[in-house]
């Protein structure tokens, strides 16, 4: 889902190059880790679907958090002039959403939800609000 040029919404190339030293692995790494830590909150939904999309297929806000999570990653190697209590804001945020899609107090729009059945998930129960009848 995540690519290195994508980060390039985030950072400037310049550092980038800075901070990777021109190894792309590095990058890959931090992107790597960003995606493994956001499926762990999305484990209710297909996650094969939603990160095996592309292009104009993925989801705007979930790759503006994963690009906000790499970001986060990829920096703690080294500042290059990146901004890290704007990027720790930005990464805390992510993972703020990550957390109300698990407690189910967010819901994306048009995600496919996970047919795995998996015996040791939690079950979410709700209905709609209560009717209140006047007398």
């Known amino acids: 889902m995540l690519l290195a040029h994508d980060l390039k919404s985030h950072l400037y190339d310049e550092q980038i190059t800075v901070i990777s030293r021109k190894d792309g692995t590095i990058i890959d790494s931090a992107i790597a ?35 906000d999570m790499a970001t986060w990653h990829f920096i703690t190697l080294a500042n290059a002039n990146a901004d890290l209590e704007f990027r720790q804001a930005r990464y805390k945020d992510a993972l703020a959403w990550l957390k109300g899609i698990q407690s189910s107090k967010i819901v994306p729009f048009g995600w496919p939800t996970s047919t795995v059945e998996n015996h040791n998930t939690t079950w979410l129960v709700s209905s709609d609000t209560k009717r209140e009848t006047n007398y």
Do not use: W
């Not at 939904?45 to 690009?67: C, E, G, H, V, W």
């Open 33 to 67: 880790a960003a995606q493994q830590e956001a499926k762990g909150y999305l484990s209710r939904y297909d996650i094969n679907a939603l990160f095996s999309k592309t292009d104009d297929q993925r989801d705007p806000t979930l790759l503006m958090y994963l690009k």
